[in-house]
């Protein structure tokens, strides 16, 4: 059956199997102390204009999230993060497991706004009881965010501006990173995440890579023996080079950009049909996911051919839905779809 | 300076002291395994109508909230509770530092309400991705609530409805539980309470002891080895009785009751003259706890004299203070605070 | 340059990377609810002889210690392990990470006695004060041990009995159970441990995959949801059919059970040239790991050709060194070896 | 029944319980923010000779080690203790329930060695793996230790010296501190303690009050937002003041030395009579513990009047018993101990 529920249904890029099997004898040091590692890092180093960042590369989305923010994150501090943030609501307390509490401020369309960051920390350090309370201590922003949204350039730099008036460190989960550099519209680029952020991850598992997530200190400073918190996290993969070999392949020729703006574009065609057949988009998103609520019933037909992502119920006939595509979505599938709506 | 900032700013009932100078040179086995806890956990049963209740004895608030919470709760399981609450604002991530997420409901004058707590579960387990969730596992109600107010019985009945069909805790903190019991107008009897939760505690450093707070099972059913985990927690005192001695006189002669009602009363009339004189009470409150949104000159005026609590900016001129009566307050403070509003 | 650092410096058996090509664009649901991973569990069910066995696929070794030792050890308990074991000594405080100690017992040859665990519990609950104490609550063992050794039938048997005795969970480490099953002499096959374990894993990472380990509840007695702990853990793999992919590769033919044999041939072989040429063993394995004290002069002049494993000083002048066989080892880089020696 | 079971059987010096009664009504701010506790803060300044030290007061020991060591200890590193350390056997896992491992050294009369303190971090810093292993981070110690021997200065000194080599802590639980100060020929003091530890604290559960530890960062260098982390770990007390008033009665007049040495003189009259008659002093200590191993026919007479403390099984027919004095045991009850002896 056809699905458009995710963009991790399919493997990885062709090119990273075949290189897969062309050096599968080759013998490599463990955990990352490889060749290929030091080769990957250096492309996304110079793909960051970040000439100092100090890059890793972890399994999954959750582990970074998990140890990037409990090895960034004071003791007494937490994590603000969107109310409808992945670290707030999908993870199964993985934050919690470290001991960080998420302090959440209400989204819009996924996004946090920097004049309410500023003013919940103000808020916060003008409580005579604060010392009592947990403190703002990281920012987590996803961006994309879960809803396909984006910030702008501006956005980013105020929510840097707060993080640097309160001390705090700006982390962005970009787990669909690919599918938001190559954004329509998008005035954010690489090197502007390498400006203004601590710390971020580019996502692999959702673009192009079997799995694997490059976390990227810019400013090489990553916490003091990092690695050792990566394995006491269980985060630390024994074979380092298949994550190094996965990223330095989608970082040759634009490789990273190229699939990932192939998905946006297959959203757009998608986008487009659905707004001449009189669908109702949720909310605008220029990226691979897609809103809409639909009624049930249309559910209930499509879901015969077509694997959708639930995302809640909008009032009791209507369902917000999302159709998600990939670096793999092929055009064929694309017109598939556009015949079922 | 006149203080009724807070309603733990004395010592104990004289009858305390009074009895740990009698026993000071008595010598005791430690961990609270002494006559004195057992005889104090004796009158507890008693006074709940649980016969077979298991009841222990820790320092403070915080501390009990984070064992308790910690003990019972899954490890897959957050608690939910008010976003007033305390174990949500004011214990520095106390429960997340024990790897339990607070998952949190609007309050209602502090309180939560029970349709919305079943709309909240309904809807977790509606969730096709509700295992990538934290499980609501334990519910935290405070009573009095951080706000004075008084859930009914009817609440809790359906509080505990609620619990019961979601597989949930119910735990409540009783910090002021005497100031609740005694209140005008409550239906809700300490019975009551062995009767509906899973577990709660009888605070008594915020009524009459130094400090300590009872942790009452009233089914009997406290977690495997709970001793061991108040030890891990760091909240086993090594010279038990203290707490048993506390206890034992505060519920000898009906003491408790009679000391909180004593508090209430002191707020009732502190409430007659701040309605006569057309203060604005920011909230209704039968406890000992009086809201009032003052104008920030007032504000200054009072506070060269008298010290109250500061709770939160209500608009630019503004403020939400809190006047708190205790066990401890005198007639005199009472006629020197009227004298000076 | 030729290694025989370890076990773990080449990709997977061609057989799994053709798989992976062929079935690249499949589009498949995520997290392991697919029917790759249902094939590969109920082919291992069948090969442990335990039909209603709960099998959940992680991606490696510590973090799967991590989250099953977390998940089965009860808050007020602990895990007893050999003071060589991997959780005790490689794991970068993983194990205390999630909150429980690390109970050790003297290593003989990398195994834990069954009568002195047997000792070790009565002793405890002989002490007057052990409710202050960890209670051994889980048993951590790993098979092959680190240092290749195995453990028997008759000593798991007793091992099973003790833990039966104190109400323990019995764990079994399996990251080389390959090369432990097909070992010459071994009398412990893959039915026993389903038998006499509660929880075990069969390495995949060391044992012809790129990554992942099979965890095994052969009495479905996995913690109530497991699912969500995974996730909590980090360790929930996006793309979970990648695992089970290579796991139903693996339990197909018997070919996890023959690349294995192939590497403890390979280490026969090695062995023997070293007892021939005279050198000492530091003691005596049957599995694909080979411990050699070695005057330092030796180790310098090998190493310029081939990497070995570093272990522990021996004396001023000699040196334990480890020579790791692989299911990827060839003939032709075994003779080479021995051309060295 | 005679008791000389432990050093926490009796409630307060006399002089604490008269000033709780004289101040009982008088009102305080919370939390140690009071002229009280800054009145015995400066006092142990005094009597530390560090005059910047910062001093806080929490309420018993386990607590003390578990709040301290996860504060000053870094999350990639655990502490190092002997095996018979506190932290390590009856602590119920406080400090791994912090995600800190205990790093064991074998005691020498429940002291470490600095030479092989020093040994276990050159080892460390040498192994290849060391990334993979919980790294030395904080120096734990107690003087008196748990068998009530003493550190000499120089022993002292060279565990300062590792300590500044490796980069670690040192931290010095000081619970019955007082006992070992007042020992005779020891050749350490309170100046010395606050010059040569990062952070000690002054135990006044068993010497004096009725609860309460003040910890001592000599070089005023505590843990950023100490506060937070202490009311994080539940250990935060409310009436704050009830701490400082123990500590500042203790610190007046030299009387916490007085009563412990005391405590000790009568340890030296009970020593000197079993050494008379021939009992076995299981090992020689100075301060207030008295370890003998007894015929178990003697011990069953013994406690038929008087209580004392299990160590543990030296073997068959004799054990370990422990005769503890404090500063509440009285002539009386050592000339009723000797006539039983």
């Known amino acids: 059956m056809l699905s458009f529920e995710n963009d991790y249904c399919c493997g990885a890029h062709p090119s990273i199997l075949e290189r897969l099997a062309a050096t599968n004898a080759t013998q490599h040091p463990g955990y990352g102390s490889d060749d290929v590692c030091a080769a990957a890092a250096e492309k996304i180093r110079r793909a960051c204009a970040s000439p100092e960042a100090d890059v890793r590369f972890l399994v999954g989305g959750t582990q970074t999230n998990q140890t990037v923010i409990d090895a960034i994150t004071p ?33 819009h369309n ?11 920390c103000t808020t916060f350090y003008a409580d005579g009881n604060y010392e009592h309370m947990v403190f703002p201590g990281t920012v987590y922003i996803s961006h994309p965010t879960e809803y ?11 929510l840097r501006a707060v993080c640097d008036r309160f001390g705090m460190k700006l982390f962005l989960d970009g787990a669909r990173l690919g599918y938001g550099l190559t954004a329509d519209g998008t005035d954010v680029t690489l090197q502007d995440i390498g400006r203004l952020t601590d710390v971020f991850y580019i996502g692999g598992t959702k673009v192009g890579a079997l799995f694997g997530e490059a976390v990227v200190f810019p400013k090489n400073d990553a916490p003091a023996h990092f690695l050792t918190l990566i394995k006491q996290h269980g985060a630390l993969l024994a074979k380092g080079w298949l994550l190094g070999l996965q990223f330095d392949t989608l970082f040759e020729n634009d490789r990273y950009m190229t699939i990932a703006r192939h998905a946006n574009e297959a959203a757009a065609r ?15 998103t220029p990226t691979n996911q897609i809103f809409i609520t639909m009624d049930n019933e249309t559910i209930a037909r499509l879901q015969e051919h077509v694997r959708l992502g639930f995302m809640e119920k909008a009032d009791d006939t209507h369902t917000v839905m999302r159709i998600c595509t990939a670096w793999s979505t092929t055009d064929e599938q694309v017109d598939e779809l556009i015949a079922l709506l």
């Open 110 to 120: 996924g996004k946090i706004d920097a004049a309410e960051l500023r003013d919940y």
């Open 75 to 107: 003791p007494y501090a937490g994590v603000v993060a969107a109310d409808t943030g992945h670290v707030n609501v999908h993870e199964a307390g993985a934050i919690e497991a470290t001991r960080h509490k998420v302090l959440t401020l209400p989204h």
């Open 270 to 284: 998608i986008r487009t049909v659905l707004r001449e057949r009189g669908y109702t988009l949720t909310m605008e």
């Open 148 to 158: 396909g949204t984006l910030y702008t350039l501006n956005e980013l730099e105020a």
